[in-house]
């Protein structure tokens, strides 16, 4: 099926020599002039409806909807943003990931692939609420703290690593790296994702996440 907004697509050259591809919003303002007097942070959402517009959950209509956005107007319409990433913490993200086990495991009992169950976009477990202080005032403090936190809560931490290798878009980033915040911006952030397209050179995004 061809995209609604083909004509946006845009190419560049990056540093490698290779070619890559974008949806340029500056080639949408053609048709929705509006473009030019959006905040940035509206025309980041608008890039990603743009680009995952797929005449389904994402129609034309939608892209319109956004491109012509008035400051004034009513809020009545939800937006489809489809985010880059999801960041999670470890009370939230261990539920999280039982839900989608529960999920491969139904499908499996339908007779369906279980693989199939699979988050639609990168997910990032981080563990750093977890430690407890057993130990303090010594040079091995943390490490004592880690060992023990590993002991005590072993099974969590299997169920975690199973979910790293099971699912493709899944990853943890176990305790004592930091807080979520600083393990995100140091760590996590990508500032610009890839699809690989093949031949006609991969498409460039921006970050764009949600966290919990």
Not at 76 to 82: L, Y
Not at 178 to 183: F, K, L, R, S
Request: proline share 6%; glycine share 8%; hydrophobic share 40%.
């Amino acid at each position: 099926m061809s995209h609604a907004f083909g004509s946006t697509v845009q190419t560049f050259k990056i540093s490698s020599g290779k070619t890559g591809q974008f949806y340029s919003l500056p080639a949408l303002s053609q048709q929705f002039p509006n473009i030019n007097r959006l905040p940035v942070s509206l025309r980041i959402v608008l890039e990603s409806v743009l680009r995952n517009c797929d005449g389904k959950k994402i129609t034309p209509a939608h892209v319109a909807q956004l491109a012509q956005w008035q400051p004034n107007a009513d809020r009545s319409d939800e937006i489809p943003f489809v985010v880059s990433r999801v960041v999670l913490q470890d009370f939230t993200g261990v539920p999280l990931l039982a839900d989608l086990a529960a999920m491969r495991s139904t499908a499996e009992r339908l007779g369906l692939d279980p693989a199939r169950i699979e988050p639609l976009v990168p997910v990032d477990l981080v563990v750093d609420h977890s430690i407890m202080v057993d130990h303090y005032g010594k040079k091995n403090s943390l490490d004592l703290n880690m060992k023990l936190e590993f002991q005590r809560n072993r099974e969590r931490y299997e169920f975690m690593k199973w979910g790293m290798q099971a699912f493709n878009t899944f990853g943890v980033v176990p305790p004592g790296f930091g807080i979520v915040h600083q393990v995100n911006l140091e760590y996590l952030a990508r500032g610009v994702h890839r699809i690989k397209r093949g031949a006609k050179g991969d498409v460039y995004y921006p970050d764009t996440l949600v966290g919990t």
